[in-house]
């Protein structure tokens, strides 16, 4: 198993920059496809970005390449999504995620979840 702690969250202005972390622990991070999902109040889950085990590809929401890159490093055990121009409407709960298998944009599909970290965007 392995167990996901997220870090970087805050609070940040419009147009601002963020650099969020995902630290893996137990099993190591290289044999999980891992992502992020992001929930805002009254919102359902969304997919954010996931990458494969590897690194060699990853995949993106509607409308968020572009300004969020989904990055990892397999031998420090560490997930990133660095995200530019932020806007209000990104200010959300950010959860990382893993998987053995997944790569889908539903959150159902991915057995290991981190506790959150808070991304809150001013106007």
């Known amino acids: 198993q392995v167990k996901l702690t997220e870090s970087g969250g805050g609070l940040v202005p419009a147009g601002g920059s963020l650099r969020l972390s995902c630290e893996a622990s137990?099993?190591?991070?290289?044999?999980?496809?891992a992502g992020w999902f992001r929930q805002g109040p009254g919102k359902e889950r969304e997919f954010v970005a996931v990458?494969?085990?590897?690194?060699?590809?990853?995949w993106y929401g509607d409308s968020l390449k572009g300004r969020f890159t989904i990055s990892r490093d397999n031998a420090k055990n560490t997930l990133l999504l660095e995200m530019t121009n932020l806007k209000p409407e990104d200010s959300a709960v950010y959860y990382c995620?893993?998987?053995?298998?997944?790569?889908?944009?539903?959150?159902?599909?991915?057995?290991?979840w981190g506790q959150g970290t808070q991304v809150t965007v001013s106007s």
């Open positions: 137990g099993r190591g991070l290289e044999y999980y496809n």
């Open positions: 990458s494969l085990y590897s690194g060699d590809k990853a």
């Open positions: 995620a893993a998987d053995l298998g997944s790569t889908s944009s539903r959150a159902r599909t991915y057995a290991y």
